[in-house]
Antibody, heavy 117, light 112 residues
Framework: EVQLVESGGGLVQPGRSLKLSCAAS????????MAWVRQAPKKGLEWVAT????????YYPDSVKGRFTISRDNAKSSLYLQMNSLKSEDTATYYCANLNNLWFAYWGQGTLVTVSS | DVVMTQTPVSLSVSLGGQVSISCRSSQSLVHNNGNTYLSWYLQKPGQSPQLLIY???NRFSGISDRFSGSGSGTDFTLKISRVEPDDLGVYYCGQGTQYPWTFGGGTKLELK
């Protein structure tokens, strides 16, 4: 059974940094692209980042490019999201997702990030 | 960016009934490789999203055949037949054809 368990969320002040983690199990992690998707409170879904199997290629929307960095450790079956210069509009539940080709096949339960002073 | 527009925003249905949700994209979702990367997700109350349909019409593992997807180019539809209580929640379409990947605003399915 595929399991994705996010951690690292919490309350952080604007301008500060936070690093999210996602522990994966139930599939061969190194064989799959992975991604982060977020959902602001009572809002829809927004894709945040994608990383290739080796980690050599990463993709971001303009809203987070230059502030967020996605990375992975295949030996630990773990995915990460380093978030810098956080803004109030980054407040959201962040989901880790396993990519099958170009769709989000499996999702974690999410971790809430609140950016507020 | 590709804008995904879902209609209606909300939908009321009786158990056992049938509903359709529309998803339109601002640009064609046909990829250079000929595939169309349009998928559908359901977010049940208090849960994370789950994949229902990928590449327009392919049901994901374990998804009931009461769910069907159709469409092409910029116009897509999700149909749910014989609606059950477990089908209630918010449905999203999403595109993976072009970066940045984008989602529709969601359609909330409620009981009449």
């Amino acid at each position: 059974e595929v399991q994705l368990v996010e951690s690292g969320g919490g309350l952080v002040q604007p301008g500060r940094s936070l690093k999210l983690s996602c522990a994966a199990s139930g599939f061969t992690f190194s064989n799959y692209y992975m991604a982060w998707v977020r959902q602001a409170p009572k809002k829809g879904l927004e894709w945040v980042a994608t990383i290739s199997t080796s980690g050599s290629r990463t993709y971001y929307p303009d809203s987070v490019k230059g502030r967020f960095t996605i990375s992975r450790d295949n030996a630990k079956s773990s995915l990460y999201l380093q978030m810098n210069s956080l803004k109030s509009e980054d407040t959201a539940t962040y989901y880790c997702a396993n990519l099958n080709n170009l769709w989000f096949a499996y999702w974690g339960q999410g971790t809430l990030v609140t950016v507020s002073s | 960016d590709v804008v995904m527009t879902q209609t209606p925003v909300s939908l009321s249905v009786s158990l056992g009934g049938q509903v359709s949700i529309s998803c339109r994209s601002s640009q064609s979702l046909v990829h250079n490789n000929g595939n169309t990367y349009l998928s559908w997700y359901l977010q049940k109350p208090g849960q994370s999203p789950q994949l229902l349909i990928y590449k327009v019409s392919n049901r994901f593992s374990g998804i009931s055949d009461r769910f069907s997807g159709s469409g092409s180019g910029t116009d897509f539809t999700l149909k749910i037949s014989r609606v059950e209580p477990d089908d209630l929640g918010v449905y999203y379409c999403g595109q993976g054809t072009q970066y940045p990947w984008t989602f529709g605003g969601g359609t909330k399915l409620e009981l009449k």
